[in-house]
């Protein structure tokens, strides 16, 4: 499910029955996906564009709380966008 999407970005969460830690969101950007880490805020796994990389730690920074919430309650909510 996408939680949120800014500056053609889309923040996506998934919940498997085994969805594995640490918690974290996918970044997809055109071709481009990241793995960023919830808690550190570091992409750990893709090839998401510096400038793209940026703006989703940004963003990040402004909705970890709400993240964290989301992944130990497994219930989606959309989140605001990006605004610079």
Same mark, same amino acid.
């Given at each position: ?15 498997? %029955?085994?969805?594995? !830690? ?7 950007? /055109? $071709? ?12 750990? $796994?893709?090839?998401?564009? /510096?400038?793209?990389? /940026?703006?989703?730690? !940004?963003?990040? /920074?402004?909705?970890? $709380? ?14 605001? %966008?990006? $605004?610079?």
């Amino acid at each position: 499910p996408t939680v949120s999407v800014f500056y053609g970005i889309s923040i996506k969460m998934f919940f498997k %029955p085994k969805e594995h !830690d640490p918690s974290h969101i996918h970044a997809v950007y /055109g $071709e481009y996906v990241g793995v960023f880490d919830i808690k550190t805020k570091e992409m750990t $796994e893709g090839d998401l564009p /510096g400038i793209a990389r /940026g703006l989703v730690t !940004d963003w990040l /920074g402004l909705h970890q $709380e709400a993240l964290e919430e989301m992944w130990r309650t497994q219930v989606i909510v959309k989140l605001p %966008p990006l $605004e610079k």
